[in-house]
Structures are given as C-alpha cells and as structure tokens.
C-alpha cells in the first residue's frame, strides 16, 4: 500500500477532489496515446484492476461488523468516518472461498453506479499493489471463455510485463437488486 500512497502523492494525476482517471500523453510520433490509470490488486491470486477514478480510498483491515440476514458474500459494514459503508468479499462474489484475512488484506472503497445512483461500498481483497498508467493499446477486450468470472463484470484484459490484468467494469459486478439490498442493510445498521 506504499506503493499507492508514493503514486498519489506525487500530485501529477490527483484532482483535487482525489479521482484519476484516463490521461492522455504525448507520443514520441507526436500524436497522443491515451493511458487509462488502474489500481491494482489481488483475489486469490489473480490481478484485477480498477479504474482509479472510481476508488474513494484504500484502506488497511479494519473492524468489519457483522449484519444479519444478508446475502453470503457481504462480509458487514464498517464505519468510515460516521458513514456506514457495506464490505463485499470480492472472492465469494466471483464464486471462491472466502478471504482469508492476513496482514495485506485491505478494503477498496468505491463508487459503484447503478441506474445513475451513486452507491458507495468496499470491496474486501488479498491485497492491493499499486496504480499504474496502462496504454489503451495494452488493452483487450474481455476473453469469451477461460475466466472464471461472468464475462459481463470485465472491462477488458490488460497485458503488462507479460502477465494479465483482469479490469473489472465495477458497475457490472453487481446487480441493481443486490445494490438496493446493500443499501438497505447499511441503513438498517445505521
């Protein structure tokens, strides 16, 4: 998470209000290539990213409350900063085992848009790496088979130093039901 803090202190692609998003640089043929900025991370063992625009904040393991009767993957809320904010264990949604916690688990909180509500929640992972400037050129469109997850939740495959990354379309991960039952267990707790 160090990594993280560097890039974002560096202040050459921070707004002021602390969203990134796509960049465009000038390219040695002097056109311009666009590179879209990525948080990286992990889920059991396997890179995700998602767009840094969309990323509030990230934060190391806190407290994790408990709600009743909520669907299997909520792991609970959190209290983040007199906001309740759902936790969403990203493995169970895509199907696996539950995270293990250990040092380097960490919560990504997002802004998730449903139907133009702006919904925020956390998204629980094994560990979060570092931002990094991906050219739209290294981009490709999602796989129609050999993933693991809904072909529908990818933006698109990665390619950096010889390894994938998988960018999650986090507005696509969840549905307006499950939005709208998260919703209403944050309020219910509040």
């Known amino acids: 998470m160090q990594q993280i803090r560097e890039n974002s202190d560096r202040g050459d692609s921070v707004d002021s209000a602390g969203s990134v998003g796509e960049r465009a640089k000038e390219a040695p043929s002097g056109e311009t290539a666009r590179e879209v900025q990525l948080l990286t991370f992990t889920v059991a063992g396997e890179q995700y990213g998602v767009e840094v625009d969309r990323v509030r904040e990230v934060l190391e393991l806190p407290r994790i409350v408990k709600v009743p009767k909520t669907l299997e993957y909520v792991r609970g809320i959190i209290n983040l900063r007199g906001t309740v904010v759902p936790v969403i264990d990203l493995k169970q949604k895509f199907g696996m085992d539950r995270t293990e916690e250990t040092i380097d688990t960490a919560i990504i909180v997002m802004e998730v848009t449903v139907q133009g509500e702006v919904a925020i929640l956390g998204a629980l992972t094994d560990s979060v790496q570092e931002v990094i400037d991906l050219p739209s050129g290294c981009i490709e469109p999602a796989p129609k088979f050999g993933t693991a997850l ?23 991960v969840f549905s307006v039901q499950e939005i709208c039952r998260l919703n209403e267990s944050a309020e219910e707790a509040n």
């Open 150 to 172: 809904e072909n529908s939740f990818i933006q698109g495959m990665g390619k950096r130093n010889d390894e994938f990354i998988i960018i999650l379309d986090i507005d696509k």
